[in-house]
């Protein structure tokens, strides 16, 4: 397996971006997105994102696109194998966890937003980014920030190219915790633990329950609501719950 991705008990581990100031690792991505798509619920419970560097990722390499011949040719493959990655990511059936230390930037900033619970530290700032260099914004950027943050800080956000500060992005969602800075892969990581090892399947149907919220109705919310727990309660995570819960004892959803 890629040094991209690696299994450490029921967490999956990706590296999203090289050297100590979090560029974007193309190359991982198509690896990353493999290992989402052929992720299995049954063996795997979280997916927890990190960064070997200062930064979780300060997004792509400028300085090969203002080097490409064709730019806009280019700059559009680069964005279809992130778009890969990044559904894979939204449309992954466990929770994702980053931890996001110091800069997360343009395609840093993205995969935060696509994330299900970002960890930051103190001085951890993000930013669109994508102003700064005359682009519009990528990696689902326009889709993901505004269903979090709303639509009319989402366009100040993003209009004017604004940097957020750990507490400001705690504040508006963004970012799940804050942490010290030396403990921001730590708090992760123990956040990724805990969630693989809760009801995954119960945790899945939150995620996709969550996803069509700002689509649907609410009469067909509903029913999809009434459709999954109805399901929750006749499935083996439901049994161990209400039976650990009248049994007075903390629920093991993995026994085994």
Do not use: N
């Amino acid at each position: 397996m890629s040094d991209a991705v690696e299994h450490d008990g029921r967490v999956l581990r990706a590296r999203v971006a090289r050297g100590r100031h979090g560029t974007l690792d193309g190359e991982a991505l198509p690896v990353i997105a493999e290992a989402l798509a052929a992720l299995d619920p049954a063996t795997t419970g979280a997916v927890l994102l990190v960064s070997e560097g200062d930064s979780f990722c300060t997004g792509g390499d400028v300085r090969a696109f203002a080097g490409a011949q064709d730019r806009g040719s280019y700059v559009r493959s680069l964005a279809e194998s992130f778009h890969v990655f990044l559904r894979a990511l939204v449309e992954s059936p466990v929770p994702v966890v980053a931890a996001v230390p110091g800069w997360a930037a343009g395609a840093g900033m993205s995969i935060v937003c696509a994330a299900d619970l970002a960890v930051g530290g103190r001085s951890t700032k993000l930013r669109p980014a994508y102003p700064g260099i005359g682009f519009s914004p990528d990696g689902g950027m326009t889709w993901t920030l505004p269903r979090i943050v709303g639509a009319g800080r989402a366009r100040h956000i993003l209009l004017t190219d604004r940097a957020l500060d750990a507490a400001t992005a705690l504040e508006l969602g963004i970012l799940a915790s804050v942490v010290d800075d030396g403990e921001v892969r730590a708090e992760a990581e123990h956040t990724a633990h805990r969630l693989a090892h809760g009801p995954t399947v119960a945790l899945g149907r939150i995620k996709t329950l969550l996803g069509s919220s700002a689509d649907l109705p609410l009469a067909d919310q509903l029913a999809a609501e009434a459709a999954a727990i109805s399901a929750s309660a006749a499935g083996p995570e439901g049994a161990e719950g209400l039976a650990a819960f009248t049994e007075k004892r903390p629920p093991d959803f993995h026994r085994g």
